[in-house]
C-alpha cells in the first residue's frame, strides 16, 4: 500500500498558520479554526500511525499468512508503548490500518484513510456490518455518514439500531441470555456498609430505572423551584436513588398486599403493527437500546403503555397563548417524537419542554412549537448562539459559526441514531 502524507502536510499547514499566536487572544471563530485544524492534524496522523502499524503486523505473519499470537501480542504492545495509550487502542490502529481496496468494507476503510472518521469508529463500524452479514445497499455509507457527525457512544447507538433492525432473532435470543442472567448480589464491603450489584435484563430494570430516575428528578427539580429546600438537602444523585430504594422497601413492608406496590409509569414505544405481532423493535424511555417487540409487549402487562399517537381521548394537544407550561399529553406527544433530549439524547424523565420559539417572543404552547431538552442542554441554548429549529415536525439544531463556518444543521433527538436516515 502505497502512503502519502498529503493531507497530513495541508492539515499541519492550516496549524502553522496560528503559530506564536495568543490562544487566550483568539476570537471565538478563529479559536474554532484552531480546533478544526487541530482536529484535521489528530486523524490524518492517525492514519499514519495506523499504516505503520498494519504493515508492522503484516510483516509479522511470514510466508505462513498468519502471526503467531505472541508475535501480535507484542506488535500491539509495541505501538500502545509509541503511542502511550492502551492496547486495545493500538489495535485498533492496526485494523484500521490496511489497504481500503483490500477490505470487505471499502466504504469504511476510505473513510479512515481520508481522515473523515477515526480508528475506533472503524472498529464499531466494521464489526456492526459483520453482523449484519447482508448489508443492505447503502447502509455501509449511511453509517458512515453518521461516523462523521456522531460522537463514538451516539454511534454505537445507531449501530445497535441497525443490527437489532436486520437481525430481530438475534436480539430476541440475546434478550433471553440477559434473562437468565439477571441476579442481584448482596454484600459488605470492608467497613461493613451493605452493597448490592444487580445485572438486569432490560425488562426488569425498566421499572427500576423509571422509579429512580423519576426520584432524582423530582428532588432536583424542587431544588430548582424552592430556594428553602435546596439549602435543606444536599444529597447527591446516588443518595437520592439510594433513599428512595428504601423507601420503596418500607412502603412494601407497610402494605397488606406489598405486591400491589407503587408502579411508576414507564414508557414503550412501538408502531401499532409491532404491538399486535410481535414482530418488530421498539424503544423503552427508561433504556438506551433497541428492544424486540415481543419484549416490549410482555413489559406492556405490568407498565403503563403510552400509544404513539396521543390525543385520542379527547385532550388537548395545543393551548396556543393560552397556558405557558406544555401540559402531560403534550409532554408525552413530544418524546415520542424526540425520544429524550433533542441534542444530548438523555432519557424523557430527564428533560423539559423547551418553547422553540420563546414563550416571551410570542411563541405558543403548541406541538409544532416545543422540544425535549434537559436542563444542561437548556441551560446551554439559553447561553450560546446555537440555534434550534423544528423542520417537518423534527427537531435540527444549527451550530453557530464559531463552531461550524457552513452552519450545517445537526438531526436532534434519537432520528439521528436511525441508521437510515440523513446525518
Not at 56 to 79: I, L, N, Q, W, Y
Not at 106 to 123: H, L, N, Q, W
Not at 226 to 253: E, N, P, S, Y
Not at 262 to 275: G, K, P, T
Request: glycine share 10%.
Amino acid at each position: 500500500m502505497t502512503f502519502s502524507a498529503a493531507r497530513l502536510v495541508a492539515a499541519i499547514a492550516a496549524l502553522r498558520g496560528f503559530e506564536g499566536r495568543d490562544l487566550g487572544a483568539l476570537s471565538a471563530e478563529e479559536l474554532a479554526l484552531f480546533e478544526e485544524a487541530s482536529a484535521a492534524v489528530y486523524r490524518h496522523a492517525g492514519v499514519a500511525v495506523a499504516a505503520g502499524a498494519a504493515e508492522s503486523m503484516r510483516r509479522s505473519c511470514g510466508a505462513h499468512g498468519s502471526p503467531k499470537p505472541s508475535d501480535v501480542k507484542g506488535r500491539r504492545r509495541e505501538t500502545a508503548q509509541r503511542l502511550g495509550i492502551d492496547e486495545r487502542g493500538a489495535q485498533q490502529f492496526i485494523d484500521a490500518g490496511g489497504d481500503p481496496e483490500a477490505s470487505r468494507h471499502k466504504v469504511v476503510r476510505r473513510a479512515f484513510r481520508g481522515g473523515r472518521i477515526g480508528a475506533a469508529a472503524v472498529e464499531v463500524l466494521e464489526r456492526t456490518l459483520d453482523t449484519i452479514g447482508d448489508v443492505p445497499e447503502g447502509l455501509e455509507a449511511r453509517l458512515v455518514a453518521k461516523a462523521e457527525r456522531l460522537t463514538l457512544r451516539e454511534l454505537r447507538r445507531a449501530c445497535e439500531q441497525a443490527i437489532a433492525l436486520h437481525d430481530r432473532a438475534s436480539l430476541e435470543e440475546k434478550e433471553r441470555r440477559h434473562r437468565d442472567q439477571r441476579e442481584l448480589l448482596v454484600g459488605r464491603d470492608h467497613d461493613g456498609m451493605v452493597t448490592l450489584r444487580a445485572r438486569l435484563d432490560a425488562a426488569s430494570a425498566a421499572p427500576v430505572l423509571a422509579l429512580l430516575d423519576a426520584q432524582v428528578r423530582d428532588v432536583l427539580q424542587r431544588r430548582r423551584d424552592d430556594r428553602v429546600a435546596a439549602a435543606g438537602d444536599a444529597r447527591t444523585a446516588g443518595q437520592i436513588r439510594a433513599d428512595a430504594l428504601v423507601a420503596l422497601a418500607q412502603h412494601c413492608l407497610g402494605c397488606a398486599e406489598p405486591g400491589s406496590g407503587v408502579r411508576s409509569e414507564v414508557v414503550v414505544r412501538l408502531d401499532h403493527e409491532a404491538l399486535e405481532t410481535g414482530l418488530g423493535v421498539g424503544t423503552c424511555d427508561s433504556l438506551g437500546g433497541p428492544i424486540s417487540a415481543s419484549t416490549l409487549r410482555l413489559m406492556a402487562v405490568d407498565a403503563a403503555v403510552i400509544p404513539s399517537v396521543l390525543g385520542g381521548d379527547g385532550l388537548p394537544l395545543d393551548w396556543g397563548r393560552s397556558r405557558r407550561l406544555f401540559a402531560a399529553p403534550q409532554r408525552k406527544a413530544i418524546a415520542e417524537r424526540d425520544g429524550g433530549c433533542a441534542w444530548c439524547l438523555a432519557p424523557p424523565t430527564w428533560c423539559v419542554v423547551h418553547h422553540v420559539r420563546f414563550w416571551s417572543d410570542g411563541g405558543g404552547t403548541d406541538l409544532d412549537n416545543g422540544v425535549l431538552l434537559c436542563t444542561g442542554c437548556h441551560v446551554r441554548l439559553h447561553s450560546t448562539e446555537w440555534e434550534l429549529e423544528l423542520r417537518n415536525g423534527l427537531p435540527w439544531l444549527i451550530p453557530p459559526a464559531a463552531v461550524d463556518p457552513d452552519r450545517t444543521p445537526i438531526r436532534g433527538g434519537v432520528a439521528r441514531l436511525d441508521p437510515h436516515a440523513i446525518p
